[in-house]
Nanobody, 115 residues
């Protein structure tokens, strides 16, 4: 099993940056994929970025060129660097781990971008 704890959310002005962190309770080296999702009020949860065990990275079209997912295996942590933030990026951001046929989620961290 793995517990995930997100941090780094907050209030930022449009054009600003935030870095989200997702700390895992175990080594992430063998975790098949680590993902970031987000959910805005009244909208469905959407996939933002994914990094696989092999290092493959993919982004939603809406964040390409602005967001960067990365991981630090030594710290069991995955990051989401968010630059050039827009009001439409406002959402609760969730960390997600796919491992051993199971799906694990963090509690979420709120990101609010003011115009």
């Amino acid at each position: 099993q793995v517990q995930l704890v997100e941090s780094g959310g907050g209030l930022v002005q449009a054009g600003g940056s935030l870095r989200l962190s997702c700390a895992a309770s175990r080594s992430i080296v063998s975790i098949n994929a680590m993902l970031w999702h987000r959910q805005a009020p009244g909208k469905q949860r959407e996939l933002v970025a994914v990094i696989t065990k092999g290092g493959t990275i993919n982004y939603a079209d809406s964040v390409k060129g602005r967001f960067t997912i990365s991981r630090d295996n030594a710290k069991n942590t995955v990051y989401l660097q968010m630059n050039s933030l827009k009001p439409e990026d406002t959402a609760t951001y969730y960390c997600n781990a796919l491992w051993s046929a199971n799906n694990y989620w963090g509690q979420g961290t709120q990101v609010t971008v003011s115009s």
